[in-house]
């Protein structure tokens, strides 16, 4: 039963931090692309409030409960799922990380931009494509990783 509750969490963790990438991601776009500054602000403010709601807690959360269920299961960390899950669980970090700082920023500058009713600066475009770029790996890791997940006896035996 405690395994089982381990799991869930994990579970339920993963999706949350797939989903709330994949829904802040898909909303920042479309607002920075439609380029309305109000909506631009608000996105941008809810895109951080997301992150510090629903990812760091998940980003803590998936490898603590999936540590304890491969030690539970006596599962060496070196287990290539694992280790492979870890490195890309890490990649995806090193990603986000500064995602988190360039959000803030953009917050910032849009924010003042709609404050000074002036458009958004030149800045605010290279850290949005920068933020973009950057979430391209740490999407495809996250996904890779769920797909471990679900697929780890068939790839590893």
Known sequence: MIFLTFKTIHIL???????????????????????????IVVTN??????????????????????IIMANMMNLPLTT???MISLIL?????????????????????SKLALENSTALPEQ?????RLWFWLGVPAFLAIMTVIILMVFKSSLFG
Request: hydrophobic share 50%.
């Open 13 to 39: 963790s993963a999706f949350l931090l797939f989903g709330t990438g994949l829904g802040s991601a898909f909303y920042k776009f479309s607002a920075d692309q439609g380029g309305v500054l109000e909506n």
């Open 45 to 66: 403010k809810n895109v951080v409030l997301a992150d510090w709601i629903f990812t760091t807690p998940t980003v803590i959360i998936q490898p603590v409960t999936g």
């Open 80 to 82: 290539p799922w694992i």
């Open 89 to 109: 669980y890490a990649i995806a970090g090193v990603c986000w990380l500064p995602v988190v700082v360039l959000q803030i920023r953009m917050h910032k500058l």
């Open 124 to 128: 605010y475009h290279r850290y949005a």
